[in-house]
């Protein structure tokens, strides 16, 4: 019986294995390939990919936007998960929901609605020239700045359910103790309630920079031609200059990057946790 | 006074600023699928031309149809897989379980992009020509850990109990299975089912990498719009999206009540 239950866990684990484990090994043989066509195993994809600036420069900005994205999402985030957890009653669970139903829209038809928002001669575009704040057009389209934006408002609501989740936990007992002793609230905060919340905030770093560096089509639409990035190259080898094993060898040294920060946060992560 | 400004104006500007920084360009792009410009600009005068015009555009209303068969498809192996999985973990030694949990949970965590292009890579490598036996399998790969999340919380929550009772009382495993497993497994099916769903429906990634030449999913053709000259159509079907959506969560979260509350909550356990 035990040995027949046992069994049902199978079929997941097949899949997985067949389907995602295999690829990403078949992968790294390809990265291995030369795109010229000669035989044998060669490290010139990965050669290529490190002396060559311009691939170490877009490497870079992926890194540098990602950051980016993290900062704005956990100054957007933090505060608010804070209110969420210790100031608001019955308002939670309306916040909750509102920030919840995004999720369930379309992530293209969000980035195409920041497109046709900070567009020139857009909807924000005019309301600032009535306000007067601009004149002519915006320019804000096609910059790194409209990518940054377009991805902090697509991963920004998981931050704040991860950091929420954090601080809900934190027992409202702790902070009257820690008054009580006469630590002021600013003094409460930092020593108490920040380093309680901290695995929620470590989680959240890694539900938004991780995927963050895999991105392609949020660069693609909202920073256009100076919105290149990792992603967008890896993109463009598969489905415009046909280097495939190139390709893999880039895929690959993102898959490296992404496996290295999910390690070095959960480390982090799990520092606060055993406190 | 302070103490007011501090413990409800503060925090309820902030909430609103937020709230508001995540919804005016939807609703913009919501408003504007009811304006005559074809180029979403202001002045707004009302129009429904372009939903009309999507009424008729069937490249559109035939890429969502794909999208919505794919979806359903997705969910249901992933239920099912979920589920099996769920019922049979608890036999598994401690650190099997967690390696083949990590297993079914590293998809969420390694960029959609890696996973497409190395199923791309996997096709060529056996010599096939895309099809859509792939798609299906890369979406369950990717929709599997959502339907996971919510099958386990609902498990861990079950009081073991309750299946020894049934044995006790002499029900065959079968029986136990039908009676007190299923329904108190459904709500949570429901909901692991409805969030694979989505995550297949909305995904684009794996689609755009894997999809035979011919056939398109919605996303593809909302992407391959914005980039040869979009028209105000993809807004008019982005709200009806939006809309449809919507609803299913209400119905969802009507049906289950708090047992999505329960996922969330669940990793406290």
Known sequence: MKRKKKLLTFPSIIVLTVFAILPLIIMLVYSFQSDSGAVGATLENYTNFFLKSVYLKLTYRTIINSLAVTIISLIISYPLAYFMAKKFKGLKNIVMILILIPFFTNQLVRVYSWLIFLQDGGVLNSFLQSVGVVEGSLGILFTQGAV????????????????????????????????????????????????????????????????????????????????TVIGTVIEDQFFEIYGWNFGAAIAFVLFAMVIISMAGLSRIGRRYDNE | MRKYFADHLIPTLYALIALAFLYTPIIVLMVMGFNESRYNTL?????????????????????????????????????????????GMKTLSRSMEGLFRSLIMMPMSIPWLILALSMLLLIRFIDMDKNMFFVVAGHVVISLPYAMLSLQARIQALDPALEEMSASLGASSLNTFRRITMPALAPAIVAGGFLAFMISFDNFAISYFLIPAGTSTLPIEIQSSIKFGFTPEINAISTVIIGVSLLCLAIVGLIMGSSIENMIGGKKK
């Open chain 1, 148 to 227: 940054v934006i377009g991805l902090v408002h697509a991963f920004f609501p998981y931050m704040v359910i991860t950091i929420y989740l954090a601080l809900e936990r934190v027992d409202n007992a702790v902070l009257e103790a820690s008054s009580s002793l006469g630590a002021s609230k600013i003094r409460t905060f930092f020593q108490v309630v920040l380093p309680l919340s901290m695995p929620g905030v470590v989680t959240g770093i890694m539900i938004v920079f991780v995927p963050c560096l895999g991105t392609f089509v949020e660069p693609r639409i909202l920073g256009g031609v100076n919105g």
């Open chain 2, 43 to 87: 002045p707004f005068s009302f129009s429904l031309k372009w939903y009309s015009a999507l009424a008729q555009n069937e490249v559109l209303i035939h890429a969502a149809v794909n999208s919505f068969i794919l979806a359903l498809i997705t969910a249901l192996i992933c239920v099912v897989l979920a589920t099996m999985f769920v019922l």
